[in-house]
């Protein structure tokens, strides 16, 4: 099914940060990941098992090549104090009307979707 891979220490990586997802940006990150001679991480998970990484930390999944849909839950935390950015492309404006509904740039997210875990 194509498990989650990691680029090892790519979270230092600043290229792609604001690049819409496309099969262009994908080659880009591509690119840069290997002049940066970073390991790809790449082992299939058990059932049930849980993958915690940081978000700036380059992932993807390889293809499925089953007939059975791959299901994935993703859970992202973010700080309680975070600021609603403005949206750099398309593809950032449609995920903070999608994950982030009624919040408004420059403020702290506050919605239904984003609730404060722990204070």
Not at 96 to 109: D, L, N, R
Request: charged share 25%; with cysteine; glycine share 10%.
């Amino acid at each position: 099914m194509g498990p989650l891979a990691f680029s090892a220490g790519s979270h230092r990586v600043e290229v792609g940060r604001d690049l819409p997802i496309s099969d262009e940006s994908e080659a880009e990150v591509a690119r840069a990941l290997e002049r940066a001679a970073l390991p790809l991480v790449e082992e299939p998970f058990g059932l049930g098992d849980v993958s915690f990484h940081a978000g700036w930390t380059f992932h993807r999944a390889g293809p499925n090549r089953t007939s059975r849909t791959r299901e994935v839950m993703t859970v992202i935390y973010m700080d309680a104090e975070m600021r609603l950015a403005a949206p750099g492309n398309r593809n950032q404006q449609i995920d903070g009307e999608t994950w982030c509904p009624g919040a408004v740039v420059g403020e702290k997210i506050r919605t239904p979707l984003n609730p404060v875990l722990y204070p």
